[in-house]
């Protein structure tokens, strides 16, 4: 919104109250925190919904894992989307940071994304890997035999870069489906390295720092399209070198992904989480800019997981975006899955990486 008009409407204090009504906020969730975690002020839509009051500690009405995720932003003074569940429903918890002070919104997932504009994108990225694979059949009628073997492996990267666009979509609208995550203790050094070996042949170079051994409960595929959509984003933005880090910090374990790349601006971090899309600008390394369902993929996983995504944005250079998740989630919990479930004949790593 236009900063003048802003400025205009602060200073008049009528002006206020009308925006206010008019955008009926005194009716949607919103809670302010304060320094040391207790409410400082929360609308009539929080109260209905949390049945709080003012002063109370937030650890009083919250689980302790999205407690200990709002710490985490209020300390590193970062904004996420957080899941939480009330009274037997879901809620998206969107966080915005201030200094000292934390503003949440509490939304009902089923209004957590615009559902329309997803599938449209969706819908458009499939339309074109549909007149590729068209183009590719008529070349397999026409070229030469030594091209048959180059042809079907393109032919296959652009089926796999279909399904990804719609498993990405149906993962963002899975809000009308329960399914139980596959929570199992697996060994998230090894997962990491595997990933890694995994990684297709580029100009860009994968360094990975992680310990030994790493035991942690987490879904084997969510996690392998989450990290490897981040090492996907970083690969092309990059100018050298991506870094893949596993570490354990406390009471959480960490998944970093670093790029060399230019960066950047939080401004363009925080649009990336909670629009769904990269900024329309170009990337030092590539020759277009990234567009997608962009970091918000892996925050709805890192969410499923009771956990959050964390961006800093040239530090000094490059993007550094870290999934952090609890080391201490229970087998088999019952959580919610995306509806579209991957066939046993399609690799997920091989499906993340085929647009590369």
Not at 56 to 85: F, G, K, M, N
Not at 118 to 124: D, E, K, M, N
Not at 210 to 233: H, I, K, S, W, Y
Request: charged share 20%.
């Amino acid at each position: 919104m236009n900063s003048q008009f802003l400025n205009s409407i602060w200073k008049d204090e009528a002006l206020q109250q009308q925006m206010l009504a008019m955008l009926a906020v005194e009716n949607q969730a919103f809670v302010q925190l304060s320094e040391d975690m207790r409410i400082s002020s929360l609308t009539e839509g929080a109260k209905r919904i949390l049945q709080a009051r003012v002063l109370q500690p937030i650890r009083e009405v919250l689980s302790a894992y999205t407690c200990e995720a709002l710490e985490l932003c209020l300390q590193e003074h970062q904004s996420a989307q957080l899941w939480e569940t009330i009274d037997g429903v879901g809620y998206a918890v969107e966080v915005r940071a201030v200094p000292q002070r934390l503003l949440l919104r509490l939304m009902p997932r089923q209004e957590e994304y615009n559902f329309d504009a997803i599938s449209q994108f969706a819908t458009r990225q499939t339309n074109n890997y549909i007149a590729m694979l068209l183009a590719l059949t008529a070349q397999l009628e026409i070229g030469k035999p030594e091209q048959q073997a180059e042809i079907k492996a393109k032919i296959r990267k652009n089926s796999l870069r279909i399904l990804r666009a719609q498993r990405h979509a149906a993962l963002l609208q899975e809000l009308q489906y329960e399914y139980e995550l596959d929570l199992q203790m697996r060994d998230a050094a090894a997962f990491c390295r595997t990933i890694v070996e995994r990684m297709p042949q580029n100009r860009v170079q994968v360094e990975l720092r992680a310990p030994e051994r790493c035991l942690l409960v987490f879904d084997e595929n969510l996690m392998q399209q989450a990290v490897g959509n981040l090492l996907t984003n970083a690969m092309q933005a990059a100018s050298h070198t991506v870094i893949l880090s596993l570490w354990h910090s406390g009471r959480r374990v960490n998944f970093g992904i670093a790029d060399d790349g230019r960066g950047m601006t939080a401004e363009n971090m925080e649009q990336i989480c909670s629009e769904w899309r990269s900024p329309q600008e170009e990337q030092a390394g590539g020759k277009k800019p990234l567009r997608g369902l962009g970091l918000s993929l892996a925050e709805h996983i890192a969410g499923l997981h009771s956990g959050i995504l964390l961006s800093y944005p040239n530090e000094p250079t490059g993007t550094r975006v870290v999934l952090s998740i609890p080391d201490d989630l229970e087998a088999l919990r019952l959580l919610r899955q995306p509806s579209l479930q991957i066939d046993s004949g399609i690799d997920v790593l091989e499906m993340e990486f085929s647009v590369l």
